[in-house]
């Protein structure tokens, strides 16, 4: 059993099925939230994260999204927002420089 999803044929379908349509729902209303008041990006991630082990294109959007930003996140002098772990020393450096 992986990612939490049953064994059984049907329920497997079931289980597949909604998690497709989820993720879809979840890009489209990140698209209309990019011109709405709404946290459009952080939907579009969801979904494709969703998509991601259904889906070739989603999966290759999604971890070309994460090179971009933590590219940029470089570039800005920061820690790469995605996959970054906060250990106690950097907490005891921002305090330091407060």
Do not use: C, Y
């Not at 999204?65 to 590219?71: E, S, T």
Request: aromatic share 6%; proline share 6%; glycine share 12%.
């Amino acid at each position: 059993m992986t990612n939490g999803a049953p064994r059984h044929p049907t329920l497997l379908l079931a289980w597949k099925i909604g998690s497709i349509t989820v993720g879809s729902l979840l890009i489209l209303l990140g698209l209309v939230m990019l011109v709405t008041p709404g946290p459009g990006w952080l939907a579009i991630f969801g979904g494709l994260a969703m998509l991601s082990p259904h889906s070739v294109w989603a999966k290759a959007i999604l971890s070309w999204l994460k090179k971009k930003l933590r590219i940029r996140s470089r570039k800005k002098g920061g820690q790469s927002p995605v996959g970054a772990e906060t250990t106690s020393k950097t907490r005891e450096d921002r305090k330091a420089r407060m």
